[in-house]
Nanobody, 118 residues
């Protein structure tokens, strides 16, 4: 059974930084073959894509986080990370990691709260 454990959320002042981590276990394939995604959901809003990184290391970001957030992966540790700098109050949300296998199966983490105070 695939399990994704997220960590690193918390409360930070505007302009501050946080680093989220997502560690996978119980996966079928080598972690380096998975696409990793970070999503977020603010109260009253739909879940939205923040960033992705594919097996080759290519990244994609929502325009709202470009230049501030960096997605990365450590395949040796089955871990994906999201470095968030210059945080803004509008970044406040529950952040979820997601992995997609080479055959299309998608699994989600439990979510971690990020709160940015003004």
């Amino acid at each position: 059974q695939v399990q994704l454990v997220e960590s690193g959320g918390g409360l930070v002042q505007a302009g501050g930084s946080l680093r989220l981590s997502c560690t996978a276990s119980g996966i079928t394939f080598n972690f380096n073959t998975y696409v990793i995604g970070w999503y977020r959901q603010a109260p009253g809003k739909q879940r939205e894509l923040v960033a992705t990184i594919n097996s080759g290391g290519s990244t994609n970001y929502d325009d709202s986080v470009k230049g501030r957030f960096t997605i990365s992966r450590d395949n040796a540790k089955n871990t994906g990370r999201l470095q968030m700098n210059s945080l803004k109050p509008e970044d406040t949300a529950v952040y979820y990691c997601n992995i997609k296998s080479p055959f299309g199966r998608t699994d989600w983490g439990q979510g971690t709260q990020v709160t940015v105070s003004s």
